[in-house]
């Protein structure tokens, strides 16, 4: 009874195998059969997702032909342009002046560290950007904020003069941040936050500075 059963049951092994086997080969001859069609279906496939991820990026305006990113240096470039083109607009409006304040021009304006020694007016609005703070808003941007400072440094006067130019400056100066806190909408918020007074630069009395800091707060985005 007991070779009976072993023998059974070695035929129903050897009848599992063979149809694993049968069932292997079949599976092998299907997939060769309809290789290319496969193939075909996974071409089409892919590029269907290529083509959905093409079509979010360009319903978001953010396909690399038309990708744009604020940056600092497009920050600092308008605020060089809006001191240059507008800061006289609020020279008339300076109060406690004995005289009237020289008008300030784009050539007035420069992105550099002041050199006082060899500027080429007598007043220079020299801009340097110190540092840069970034505070995750999404997944794809940030709250930026760009800390610039701003030299006014005026000389080829009496120091007395000099004085009451540089505090004149900084006034017209903070009006015209006032009047336009946004960068003509290029910016979220920019702010006067502290201003240092130099009457004499590097012991020369004949040469006096303001050094203005600001806080210039954006929104960057990188998706």
Known sequence: MSLVKDKNHGIL?????????VSL???S??????????????????????????QQVSSSGLSPTNFYMKSDLT???KLEQIIGEH??????NVEGLDFTLPLISPKNVSQSF?????????TMFNIVATYGENEELTVGSDMSTLNVSVFITS???????????????????????????????LVDFI?????DYYPAIEGDVNVAGIEISLAIQYAKEYV
């Open 29 to 54: 001859l299907l997939f060769m059969k309809h290789q290319d069609r496969l193939e075909s279906v996974l071409v089409v496939f892919q590029n269907a997702v290529k083509d959905k991820e093409t």
């Open 114 to 122: 002041p050199d006082a020694d060899n500027q080429s007016q007598p």
């Open 191 to 195: 702010n006067v936050v502290s201003a």
């Open 75 to 77: 920050i600092l470039n």
């Open 155 to 185: 000389r080829r006067d009496k120091s007395s003069n000099l004085q009451k130019k540089i505090y004149g400056y900084l006034s017209a100066f903070e009006m015209l941040i006032w009047h336009n806190q946004s960068l003509d909408s």
């Open 25 to 27: 080969y079949q599976s």
């Open 87 to 92: 800061l006289s607009d609020y020279i008339p």
């Open 13 to 21: 092994k050897k009848s599992v195998n063979i149809l694993k086997k």
